[in-house]
């Protein structure tokens, strides 16, 4: 069993820009920046799909020594980092020396890389020195309510009233 | 509120009748299910079955609600995860959550939001 690393999603960030990865920060996190006062213990990108940023993503991930993990929580070793098999996952699950994170392919409610990119979709956000593009929490509601696991059941009454809330403001 | 699945059909009806503050007697009587079999199936000794298990909930006054909801092993892989943890390492994942999801909410805060969301 391995345990979680410390989390420090800024720097995870900042591994991936440096080399260049496009991506979308979705789920939990997104819905942070945005206001939701919870606690998220990972961080969830969507990345574009094209084969050079799979590879860079590859490198990123490879320099924090990033593994995946099986959904028991034990390190599959057997699971290479490598574009190819980035791409071929729908969702992979891993753990970094920053923390985890999750490689979503093609989120619920959303085409992939291209429609979150979109700006009515993300919006371009300062997170520890990088800037990186989060899904708006309109898109983080639609992918739980699509998903409709136990804790998306939980956690949608208090992402909609954030959501109303922040309507009403801008109004 | 809702059950998960860890719960068995006698403790669904031990809370029903709880909550109606029934004796199982009572209940018995109401539903029709003998005084004996109400108790046998609180405690795990008899499995009834579905049709029965509505009965009994109605007859405490209560409709039995069922939904599906996506299966999700997340929570079974973070529970093993940090149980593999020593109490004080688990204070430390926590305090470090709690830092890192407070620094994104600052950084989500300090943005201009309508400038940034333009970008």
């Given at each position: ?24 920060v ?9 206001g ?14 094209d ?65 979150l ?25 639609a ?29 | ?39 046998r ?37 973070d ?41």
């Amino acid at each position: 069993m391995v345990a979680p690393a410390h989390f420090n999603p800024e720097e995870i960030l900042a591994t991936l820009i440096r080399h260049g990865v496009k991506f979308v920060v979705i789920g939990a996190y997104a819905a942070v920046t945005q206001g939701w006062p919870e606690l998220t213990t990972d961080i969830d990108i969507t990345p574009s799909r094209d084969v050079r940023n799979l590879q860079r993503l590859a490198e990123a991930l490879l320099e924090m020594d990033a593994k995946a993990l099986t959904s028991e929580g034990e390190i599959d070793e057997s699971w290479p980092i490598d574009d190819q098999h980035l791409r071929l996952q729908e969702t992979t699950f891993l753990t970094t020396r920053f923390g985890d994170v999750d490689i979503v392919i093609n989120p619920a409610a959303a085409e992939g890389y291209p429609d979150l990119v979109r700006a009515s979709e993300s919006f371009l956000l300062s997170v520890g020195g990088a800037r990186v593009r989060v899904a708006k929490l309109e898109r983080v509601i639609a992918s739980k309510r699509i998903s409709d696991r136990p804790k998306d059941r939980d956690a949608l009454p208090r992402l909609e009233a954030l959501l109303r809330h922040i309507r009403k403001s801008q109004k | 509120m809702y059950y998960t699945n860890e719960m068995r059909a006698g403790d669904l009806i031990y809370l029903a009748r709880a909550r109606a503050g029934m004796t199982q007697a009572e209940l018995g009587e109401r539903s029709g299910v003998a005084q004996n079999a109400v108790s046998r199936i609180e405690r795990g000794q008899i499995d009834p079955g579905f049709a029965t298990v509505v009965a009994l909930v109605r007859a405490c006054g209560f409709e039995l609600q069922t939904s599906f909801a996506t299966h999700d092993s997340s929570y079974a892989r973070d529970v093993r995860r940090r149980l593999a943890l020593s109490p004080r390492e688990r204070l430390d994942v926590a305090v470090d959550l709690a830092q890192a999801t407070q620094r994104a909410a600052l950084a989500g805060a300090g943005a201009s939001r309508s400038s940034e969301r333009t970008a």
